[in-house]
């Protein structure tokens, strides 16, 4: 696929037909769709696969990032039949990488700790300068999970810097306070991302999430807006809309992901149970600690924790659909059709459309955190990796050719004063 050369990505000409910024999810056509993209200097063609939707207000600016949207989304035969065998294959069946870690508990402000692995020796290794990626699993996720260490080896032999941010009670990390994490919680990830710029302030910072760490991260960059220290950041099987996710959450299959997560919870809890002896009675604690679903144990702690009335007010206000306009970094959302988990249905297209800063891919398949396509298909990195991977280099390359062009600038400056 060609590439777009630095002097085209900075001229502000470019221009992209409009009927390309939204593709229907199931074209009827059968030949690739050509992106064309023009400037002063150059015009390129640009491959996007019909089976691929791709969409958003900043397809003109990322599109020249990728380099395998061109080829067809070929799920893995028979095990993406259908998307709970998909699903299920890849948490049991996907290969994890083996990884040495080096853990760094950082105590927040109101005395909780999160858990921060780092990669054994990237301090000596890698020079301070090296972009630097945090990893959001989803819930009850950490370290120790295969999608998270399959992103995290790729970008590690690209030379990044990858640290996995591990919720409180996650990856087997601390709880020292009566308090776990939430979808609307964004204290813990301002105070890592904080100190993750701090310990390397030279180095650009970037962030992946995937299902609850999607939506956390995706509510961040809103917060932050123009003041967010990421330089870009990308969503992965992200809910979007907490009120649909708990509707199917609770229909046919699903039912089983809601007790195996209900059951993460109760596992996590019971570990911490003595933090909670004196709560509130606001606090329905045995509801939690004997959960059969992930309401119940939202409803009996998580919504009282941070000042929700009920659980449908904290589903309603929680999700980060509505974030998506105040989003000013560079932003990549990859969903799955089929994802049973985060439904396609709650995916703000017309937001992601309008926001210059936002790019959209939906496969057909892919299940939730599966993916099972792609060249290393069934045991392998999920088809996800290496368009992350794709997007994560092309905003690294431009924001230090950027950099680079203002270091000259100002020296230039300064020379003739």
């Known amino acids: 696929m060609a590439k777009l050369s630095i002097t085209a990505l900075t001229t502000k000409h470019l221009s992209i037909p409009s009927c390309f910024k939204t593709h229907s999810l199931y074209p009827s056509i059968k030949r690739r769709r050509n992106i064309h993209i023009t400037s002063p200097i150059i015009t390129m063609s640009f491959n996007t696969h019909p089976s691929i939707h791709v969409s958003g207000g900043g397809l003109e600016s990322f599109i020249p990032a990728f380099t395998t949207l061109d080829r067809p989304y070929d799920s893995y035969p028979m095990v993406c039949s259908n998307t709970h065998v998909e699903t299920i294959f890849a948490y049991f069946f996907r290969s994890t990488p083996d990884i040495r870690f080096k853990r760094e508990c950082l105590r927040t402000k109101d005395n909780g700790t999160v858990a921060l692995d780092w990669v054994s ?67 813990d990830i301002n105070e890592v991302v904080a100190h993750v710029s701090s310990r390397y302030p030279n180095a650009n910072l970037y962030a992946a999430g995937w299902s609850l760490g999607a939506n956390i991260l ?35 299959f699903n039912v089983v992901y809601n007790k195996a997560l209900s059951s993460s919870l109760r596992r996590i809890f019971k570990k911490h149970a003595l933090l909670f002896e004196e709560m509130s009675d606001d606090y329905n604690i045995p509801a939690a600690a004997n959960c059969k679903s992930i309401r119940e144990f939202d409803d009996g702690l998580t919504r009282v924790s941070f000042g929700f009335k009920s659980v449908d007010d904290y589903y309603s206000k929680s999700g980060s659909a509505d974030s998506i306009p105040r989003v000013r970094k560079p932003l990549l959302c990859i969903q799955a059709a089929n994802d049973p988990i985060a439904p396609a249905r709650g995916i703000p297209r017309e937001a992601i459309d309008e926001n210059s800063n936002c790019m959209l891919i939906v ?11 792609g060249d290393e298909a069934p045991f392998g990195a999920p088809w996800t990796d290496p368009v992350v991977m794709d997007f994560l280099e092309h905003l690294e390359i431009t924001k230090s050719s950027v950099s680079k062009l203002e270091e000259n600038a100002n020296t230039l400056h300064a020379t003739v004063k």
């Open 121 to 187: 020796g990237d301090d000596r290794n890698l020079s301070p300068d090296s972009p630097t990626l945090i990893l959001l699993p989803g819930l009850t996720g950490g370290s120790g999970d295969s999608y998270i260490r399959h992103m995290l080896q790729r970008a590690r032999n690209k030379g990044w810097r990858v640290v996995v941010f591990n919720s409180r009670g996650c990856g087997h990390g601390p709880v020292t306070t009566p308090q776990f994490y939430s979808a609307s919680f964004l204290g």
């Open 363 to 373: 496969t057909p398949e892919g299940g939730h955190l599966g993916w099972i396509a």
């Open 218 to 252: 995706v509510r961040y960059l809103a917060q932050e807006a123009g003041n967010c220290p990421l330089s870009g950041a990308v969503s992965l099987c992200n809910p979007f809309n907490l009120v649909v996710a708990d509707e199917d959450f609770h229909k046919g």
